[in-house]
């Protein structure tokens, strides 16, 4: 009995449907990792947010806790903007690979 030239093809990694699914992992990797790093970034906002509470209770000037509180959601803001931006970067990269492999 032979096997028929597409299941070797598949079995031994040359074949498109194991292409796609190497970029399917390599995509799947990036949205892990890129989401680890920009919760490093959004736990840095919750991080600021404590230490404005703290900061509050000691009767600082109000200058200190507003300007702190400002820094906290303009990071935060930019941290789900930059989020969104990788986001639609590596669904569209991915995208334009399957497509370029598939055809």
């Not at 680890?36 to 509470?53: C, D, E, K, P, R």
């Not at 703290?54 to 941290?79: G, H, S």
Request: avoid cysteine.
């Amino acid at each position: 009995m032979t096997a028929r030239p597409d299941t070797i093809t598949f079995m031994t990694g040359g074949g498109p449907v194991m292409k796609v699914l190497g970029l399917v992992w390599h995509f799947g990797v990036h949205i892990v990792v890129g989401t680890v790093l920009f919760t490093f970034i959004g736990t840095a906002a919750v991080i600021l947010h404590l230490f404005v509470q703290w900061i509050e209770t000691l009767q600082t000037p109000l200058i200190i806790p507003y300007v702190l509180k400002t820094l906290e959601y303009v990071v935060f803001a930019l941290d789900v903007l930059a989020y969104l931006w990788f986001l639609f970067r590596i669904v569209w990269q991915f995208m334009l690979e399957v497509r370029d492999e598939t055809r």
